[in-house]
């Protein structure tokens, strides 16, 4: 097939994603087309070609492929107590009886009559839409499976495809179904309108937004698990109670059929101390189980598979104070609603200000105050507030102390900046200058003009005495970005650079004679200390820095939002392999993928037991005690 000139521009465009698309797209043009051929013929050949209209077309097929769905009826205020169940154990109902009962056929396509007509609609520049995040799972899942849809009837289909696959016996395999036409996770209040349920909304708000759904393959068959944290305990046992009652009155109906059960009501069992209710439908382990799990709230279609989550539950969780491993990037210039319930759910331990977080001195101490407040009521520890505050590179712009590195020509004078931007920066509120630069650079470098251009003795002593400086003005330092970046012309972060030689590193070592705080690392590999990974992912590598600098010294990565790592590492190994080699926080700055995308990635390996827990608690333990003793 040649395609027309139409049809080759559209396909060059780079804002074509999915097949999808293309298909719509291209029936457009072929619906225009059509349009122009119609309007020059005459009146007694259109008589000819009759095209149908869409009142028509809408009486012949229903949105989901057969006879129009019957309204559900509202119900008066006097029964609304009769179905206060919770929203997931209704919705999984219908869900898991799905398999049990063969609902399984396949909703059929319905495309539009190749003659009906298609009003274009006008170009419009294409906005790149964020990323939609999803959030760890609240337990140890093999796989994660993210169908994306296009509208909330095709979340059935959905469903009977994986429930058609096979899946490891034993394993839990999560769903997150992603709506691409709205760019969300699917919610609960989907899940309710396309399986026709009547629900309070008040059960919306007993349950925090983030769930994980999974099935979980037994011998018996599939089995839907679903796990949300319980936000409102207030109300909940009556709502379970109220819940049961209906059932054990009225029968199990689902999907507008009686459904037998072996037992007439509930019963109270028992596992590993955790009591758990359920109904009896089938002896192939089928029924109805649930369990109220410390903040948990639990549902499953069988007792193995509720027993194997109880388990999970059980073990130790992920540490509330993981957060303190990581310094991050955010959005905005005050503690707005969205950036306070980003703190409660990560606690991280410090903050990366950026130009975009800056307006004025005034506003950068309020929102500096707001968020050491918010870190103190959610933790219990301050946070680490870092800056870029070099000389060329000074995130705030609007301070008087601004000399750039290779001006400095004396210890007095280094000293004395050191001291001058200190104060500047303490008054803020600021904790941390991500500052001096001491790679070891010559002319035409990447980093010369941040570097101070001297030999390597005279740019020891140097750093020394503005570090000097900024320890009088209570500030601490991260010296950077060790080894070095020397030999480099292009952009280290924009493309993975490799030196066959191990940088000069004398200046580090004399700059560690007045011990800064941290030392940051770099995302470059040098072959003669590991050729297979940069020197952040490496544990020869930070073995080298703890040998030739200290080993008590906190090591600090370099911003891993990074295209040179995010386009040869995966995600997980980008915060796997700092920590597992030794270093002890971690920057994500979200200049290039959000800081929620790669938050939750850790959270899932952690979580999943892909990272090592020895590893974490010594980096958590050495970071909280640095908190209690400096940042007092």
């Known amino acids: 097939m040649t395609e027309g000139p139409e049809e080759l521009e559209f396909l060059k465009r780079g804002e074509i994603r999915t097949m999808q698309k293309d298909v719509t797209k291209l029936r457009e043009i072929e619906s225009q087309k059509e349009r122009k051929r119609i309007a020059v013929l005459k009146p007694e050949e259109m008589k000819k070609e009759r095209i149908p209209i869409l009142s028509e077309i809408k009486k012949e097929v229903s949105p989901l492929g057969g006879p129009p769905q019957p309204q559900s009826k509202k119900l008066f205020p006097s029964k609304k107590i009769l179905i206060r169940a919770i929203l997931l154990i ?15 056929k396949p909703q059929e396509e319905v495309l539009p009559p190749s003659g009906e007509e298609v009003i274009p609609s006008e170009e419009e520049e294409t906005v790149e839409k964020p990323e939609i995040i999803i959030s760890p799972p609240l337990i140890p899942v093999s796989q994660t499976k993210t169908p994306e849809i296009l509208g909330k009837e095709e979340i059935l289909n959905v469903f009977n495809q994986i429930l058609t696959e096979e899946l490891p016996e034993g394993t839990f395999t999560r ?13 609960l209040e989907d899940l309710v309108q396309v399986f026709q349920i009547d629900a309070p909304e008040e059960i919306f708000q007993k349950l925090e937004k983030d769930y994980t759904l999974s099935i979980y393959s037994q011998k018996e068959g599939k089995r839907v698990v679903f796990i949300g944290e319980i936000k409102e305990k207030e109300g909940l046992l009556d709502v379970l109670k109220n819940w049961e009652g209906k059932i054990e009155k009225s029968g199990l109906t689902v999907s507008g059929r009686k459904v037998s059960t072996m037992a007439v009501s509930f019963k109270t069992s028992f596992y590993q101390d955790v009591g758990f209710r359920y109904l009896t439908i089938s002896r192939t382990d089928l029924g109805i ?11 499953t279609t069988s007792f193995e598979s509720l027993k194997k989550t109880i388990e999970e539950l ?9 957060g303190q491993l990581f310094i991050v990037g955010f959005e905005g210039k005050t503690l707005n609603s969205d950036l306070e319930e980003f703190f409660k759910k990560y606690k991280p331990g410090g903050v990366l200000l950026l130009s975009k977080n800056i307006e004025n001195k005034e506003q950068l101490k309020n929102l500096i105050s707001d968020l050491q407040n918010l870190s103190q009521r959610e933790t219990g520890l301050p946070l680490f507030i870092a800056v870029d505050q070099e000389g060329v590179i000074s995130r705030i712009g609007f301070l008087e102390e601004k000399t750039a590195q290779s001006k400095i020509e004396s210890p007095e004078a280094a000293y004395q900046i050191g001291l001058k931007k200190g104060n500047e920066l303490k008054e803020l509120g600021v904790n941390i200058n991500l500052a001096p630069v001491l790679d070891f650079a010559s002319e035409g470098d990447f980093l010369f003009n941040r570097s101070f251009q001297k030999n390597p003795e005279v740019a020891g002593e140097l750093a020394k005495s503005l570090i000097s400086g900024q320890k009088e003005a209570g500030i601490l330092t991260a010296i950077k970005h060790f080894p070095g970046h ?17 940088p000069e590193i004398s200046q580090f070592k004399k700059a560690m004679e007045v011990n800064p705080e941290m030392v940051m690392t770099s995302n470059v590999i040098y072959t003669k200390i590991d050729p297979s990974v940069p020197f952040t992912f490496s544990t020869k590598g930070i073995q080298f820095l703890k040998n030739n600098l200290s080993q008590e010294v906190l090591v600090i990565s370099d911003d891993l939002d990074q295209n040179s790592l995010i386009n040869k590492f995966s995600l997980k190994e980008i915060f796997k392999l700092p920590i597992e080699s030794g270093v002890d926080i ?32 010594k980096a958590i333990v050495r970071v909280i005690k640095f908190k209690q003793d400096i940042l007092k």
């Open 90 to 104: 209704i919705v999984l109902f219908v869900i898991g009886f799905s398999l049990w009962f063969g609902i399984r």
């Open 175 to 187: 769903i997150a179904i992603k709506n691409i036409s709205e760019n969300r996770l699917v919610s």
């Open 289 to 299: 189980c649930y369990a109220w799990l410390d903040n948990y709230f639990v549902f």
């Open 314 to 322: 059980k073990k130790p969780r992920v540490s509330e104070e993981i």
């Open 486 to 502: 020397g030999g480099i012309s292009s952009n280290p972060e924009e493309k993975l650079a490799t030196l066959e030689s191990t």
């Open 586 to 617: 971690l920057i994500f700055s979200g200049y290039r993928l959000p800081v929620e995308q790669g938050l939750n990635e850790f959270l899932t390996a952690v979580i999943n037991g892909e990272i090592s827990n020895e590893a974490i608690n």
